[in-house]
């Protein structure tokens, strides 16, 4: 996505399900490859806090191509496409917030490595002063009914708007990488609790899911009734999710 004024390229964030599944076995090549990326804006740096920017974003074009590694058949939603879904005038509502402005947003079409694979995983991410938002979407051939077992701890399966989910705890992570010369080391930032819902990108859980996330800035963790209205709201606007998603 282009850069745009008041948005900043710096992002705390988690991989979605299935990439923190498959990181087990490979994050020390995935952060050598650049598997997960995370950048830090000077200026913010320098401020401490983003100035509020008010309203997201988004562009209004459509995705002129889809990306190649997409399956037939399979809808594809651009990093775009999820900034144009969380981009509503109720968000901070939806949130427990009304009258809290954006503060930060930032997304791409990144893809990762799964299998020898490149998968697409588009995500878009905002910050408000209290909450910060995550959405991503991931096009692999993994059912979502399998993750509960491989994720652990206390990932619970269940059903959400018909569809095969899982609800889990999760954290943050950042890594901060130097701007200036003299900057050359990379330094942890600290990280947050975070809940997380991921959903079957169709009801028959063919593959793929989309994944919802909250954390809160002052690193209480978050009330899942307020992912789950968040979810309710957000993830049946997304292009192609009536019927069977496909």
Known sequence: MTEEAGRV????RGPNAWVQVIAAFVVVAALAGGLWKVQKDDRAQESGAAAPVGPISCSSATPTGVPTMVRAGV???SANQLCQALNRPDLAALLGTPGERAQSYGGDDDSVTLGGSDVPAPEMNVTLPTYSVQLSASFDHFAVKDMARLLG????ERT??????????????AFIFGIRPAEGSASSAPSHPTRRLVVARDPKDGGGSYDIALWRQDSETPNDAVLLRLAERILPTLPGW?????
């Open 160 to 173: 959400f708007l018909g569809r095969p989910a899982v609800l889990y705890s999760d954290r943050t992570y």
């Open 75 to 77: 809808k594809y939603v």
């Open 9 to 12: 390229t710096a992002a705390e």
């Open 153 to 156: 701890g206390d990932a619970r």
């Open 242 to 246: 009536a019927g069977s998603g496909s």
